[in-house]
């Protein structure tokens, strides 16, 4: 088994307590289709106008059909959501489920779509396998791209939950061109400091936003926490940072606190 003992003692979740119950011990065997076929739910792949992914359910089974033309981590992400619906019960006739509802980072908000979000984080990167496969690694987007190809998740979503896990101060923190568009802190972060609502020009974040000619993921680069942070210490915080243009005018960071 790749889940060591400290993992062993903490409280698994559902869904960690599902997969625990198939015996999964590596990521490459988190089959969701199966899963959901066991749970009586049936997935489907068709074409979706105005939604991710929608499951109706008659009490007994149900029926989860996911947009077709998706990318794969995408649609993997939005079956284990409705997976999540199914299992918590979230009605009798069923969810439609838009782009927005499905999403990595909304998963500590009150509401069904929220949780469903939450249970499809530890069914897509279960913590009992998660932990010990970073353990040591770099708090880098390089890191998250290679464990989440492990996972079959996103780039976006296995950053989130590092951030989360690591014991380094970190935040992840999402720009379009108009708006921050939502950031996450890791439990170590300090109370007081929020990621910059819009990227400073000397950061190649500002310019992957900006460039049509930028692409993919920028080098792990040291810079001055106020190019990246506002609030109480920021100016004397040093950062290490990496960036990447997940779509045209949408990059995501991840800024790990140095000092």
């Not at 910059?196 to 000397?202: I, K």
């Given at each position: 088994m790749?889940?060591?003992?400290?993992s062993?003692?903490?409280?698994?979740?559902?869904?960690?307590s599902?997969?625990?119950?198939?015996?999964?011990?590596?990521?490459k065997?988190?089959?969701?289709?199966?899963?959901?076929?066991?749970?009586?739910?049936?997935?489907?792949?068709?074409?979706?106008?105005?939604s991710e992914?929608?499951?109706?359910?008659?009490?007994s089974?149900?029926?989860?059909?996911?947009?077709?033309?998706?990318q794969?981590?995408?649609?993997?992400?939005?079956?284990?959501?409705?997976?999540?619906?199914?299992?918590?019960r979230?009605?009798?006739?069923?969810?439609?489920c838009?782009k927005?509802d499905?999403?990595?980072?909304?998963?500590?908000?009150?509401?069904?779509?929220?949780?469903?979000?939450a249970f499809?984080?530890q069914?897509?990167?279960?913590s009992?396998?998660?932990?010990?496969?970073?353990a040591?690694?770099?708090?880098t987007?390089?890191?998250?791209d290679?464990?989440?190809k492990?996972?079959?998740?996103?780039?976006?979503?296995?950053?989130?939950?590092?951030?989360?896990?690591?014991e380094?101060p970190?935040?992840?923190?999402?720009?379009?061109?108009?708006k921050?568009?939502?950031?996450?802190?890791?439990?170590?972060?300090?109370?007081?400091?929020?990621a910059?609502?819009?990227?400073?020009?000397?950061t190649?974040?500002?310019?992957?936003?900006?460039s049509?000619?930028?692409?993919?993921?920028?080098t792990?680069?040291?810079e001055?926490?106020?190019?990246?942070?506002?609030?109480?210490?920021?100016?004397?915080a040093?950062?290490?940072?990496?960036?990447?243009?997940?779509v045209?005018?949408?990059?995501v960071s991840?800024?790990?606190?140095?000092?």
């Amino acid at each position: 088994m790749m889940a060591n003992r400290e993992s062993n003692r903490r409280p698994l979740s559902k869904a960690e307590s599902i997969l625990r119950s198939y015996g999964v011990d590596h990521p490459k065997q988190i089959d969701l289709e199966a899963i959901a076929h066991d749970l009586d739910a049936t997935v489907r792949y068709r074409k979706l106008d105005g939604s991710e992914a929608r499951i109706v359910g008659n009490g007994s089974s149900a029926i989860i059909t996911v947009k077709e033309n998706g990318q794969r981590s995408r649609q993997r992400f939005s079956i284990a959501h409705e997976i999540g619906h199914w299992i918590e019960r979230h009605g009798r006739g069923g969810f439609i489920c838009a782009k927005e509802d499905i999403s990595p980072q909304n998963d500590r908000d009150k509401g069904a779509e929220a949780q469903a979000n939450a249970f499809a984080s530890q069914l897509l990167l279960p913590s009992y396998l998660f932990d010990p496969m970073v353990a040591g690694l770099p708090l880098t987007l390089d890191t998250a791209d290679k464990i989440g190809k492990e996972f079959q998740a996103s780039l976006t979503a296995t950053a989130i939950k590092l951030v989360r896990c690591s014991e380094r101060p970190a935040v992840v923190v999402c720009h379009s061109q108009s708006k921050r568009e939502w950031f996450i802190t890791g439990a170590r972060f300090p109370e007081g400091i929020w990621a910059v609502t819009e990227p400073d020009p000397e950061t190649d974040a500002f310019e992957l936003l900006y460039s049509s000619a930028a692409k993919g993921k920028t080098t792990i680069r040291q810079e001055p926490g106020s190019r990246w942070l506002s609030g109480r210490g920021a100016r004397e915080a040093t950062v290490r940072t990496q960036s990447v243009k997940v779509v045209e005018g949408v990059v995501v960071s991840l800024i790990a606190l140095e000092r």
